[in-house]
C-alpha cells in the first residue's frame, strides 16, 4: 500500500469515527431532553395534588364551619322551643285559673240572684184585664190568696207586684215580692189546696237552676213511674232516702254521697 492510499484510509476511518460520535451525542442530547422533560410533568402533577389537598381542606373546613353554625342555629331554635314551651304551659296555666276564677264568679253572681229572688213567687192562671195597673195586679193577687188559700190580707205585705210581660201564656203570670221570708213559705204550704185547679204559685228560680231542675225533672219521673217516692228540693231531689244531684262536669245525675259513704253511715247508725 503506498503512502497515499494509507493516508485517505486513516482520514475515513476518523470520518466515520466522527460521525459515530455525532450521533452518540445527538442521541445522549435527546436522551437528556426525554429526561428533563420527564421531571418537569411529575413536578406538575405534585403540584396539581398540593392544590386539590388544599382546595379539599378548604372544603372541609368550610363544611365544618357550616356545620357549627348550623348547630348554633340548631341550639338556638331548640331554645326558643323550649321557651315558647315554657310559655305555652304558663298560658295554660293561666286559662285554667281564668276558667276556675270564671266558674267561681257564676257560681257567686247565681247566688245573688238566687238571694234576690228569694221571697218572690209566680202566681199562674190569675184572670188579667185590659187595662190592669200594678195595683189592679197586687189587688187580684190578694184577693186569690183569700179566696183560694184562705190567707187574710193583712197576713201578707209586697213589695212589688207585676205580670211578667214576656211570658207568651194567658194570661200573663204574676211575679210578687214578698216582704218576708216566713210569709212566702205560708204562702208555699198552702198551695198544696191549688191541686186539681188551673192555678198554680211556683217559686222564682235562677236560670241555672231551672236548667238543673229541668234535668233532675227527667230522672224524678222515670223514678215515679217506677213507684218510688220523689221530692223535689230546690236544685235537688229525694227519692225514697236518697238525694240526687246534677253534677255540672260530668252532665249527669248522681248520688250525692257515694255507696260506700253511705254504707259506712247506715253501719255507724
Not at 48 to 72: A, F, P, Q, V, Y
Not at 177 to 202: C, D, E, H, P, W
Request: glycine fraction near 4%; hydrophobic fraction near 30%; include cysteine.
Amino acid at each position: 500500500m503506498t503512502l497515499r492510499s494509507s493516508a485517505v484510509s486513516t482520514r475515513h476511518k476518523l470520518d466515520d469515527t466522527s460521525d459515530n460520535n455525532g450521533a452518540t451525542g445527538r442521541e445522549n442530547r435527546d436522551v437528556s431532553c426525554e429526561a428533563s422533560g420527564g421531571a418537569f410533568n411529575l413536578a406538575d402533577v405534585m403540584g396539581e395534588i398540593r392544590n386539590l389537598r388544599h382546595e379539599i381542606t378548604n372544603s372541609i373546613t368550610k363544611m365544618n364551619d357550616g356545620m357549627k353554625i348550623l348547630s348554633n342555629e340548631v341550639r338556638d331554635v331548640s331554645s326558643k322551643v323550649n321557651d315558647n314551651s315554657e310559655q305555652v304551659s304558663y298560658l295554660q296555666g293561666e286559662n285554667e285559673r281564668l276558667s276556675d276564677r270564671s266558674s267561681w264568679l257564676e257560681s257567686e253572681l247565681d247566688n245573688m240572684k238566687a238571694q234576690m229572688k228569694r221571697n218572690n213567687l209566680i202566681f199562674y192562671g190569675i184572670e188579667q184585664s185590659s187595662k190592669e195597673t200594678w195595683d189592679d195586679t197586687e189587688k187580684n193577687v190578694k184577693n186569690f190568696l183569700q179566696e183560694k188559700l184562705g190567707i187574710a190580707d193583712n197576713e201578707i205585705e209586697f213589695q212589688r207586684v207585676h205580670r211578667l210581660t214576656y211570658s207568651r201564656t194567658q194570661p200573663k203570670p204574676i211575679i210578687a215580692n214578698l216582704l218576708r221570708y216566713k210569709q212566702r213559705m205560708m204562702v208555699i204550704r198552702a198551695a198544696s189546696k191549688l191541686k186539681g185547679t188551673s192555678f198554680r204559685i211556683g217559686e222564682d228560680y235562677t236560670l241555672k237552676v231551672r236548667e238543673i231542675r229541668r234535668k233532675l225533672g227527667k230522672h224524678a219521673d222515670k223514678a215515679r213511674d217506677s213507684g218510688k217516692a220523689v221530692k223535689c228540693l230546690y236544685d235537688k231531689i229525694k227519692i225514697d232516702d236518697e238525694i240526687f244531684i246534677y253534677d255540672e262536669n260530668q252532665d249527669t245525675i248522681r248520688p250525692l254521697r257515694p255507696r260506700k259513704k253511705r254504707e259506712e253511715r247506715n253501719d255507724n247508725r
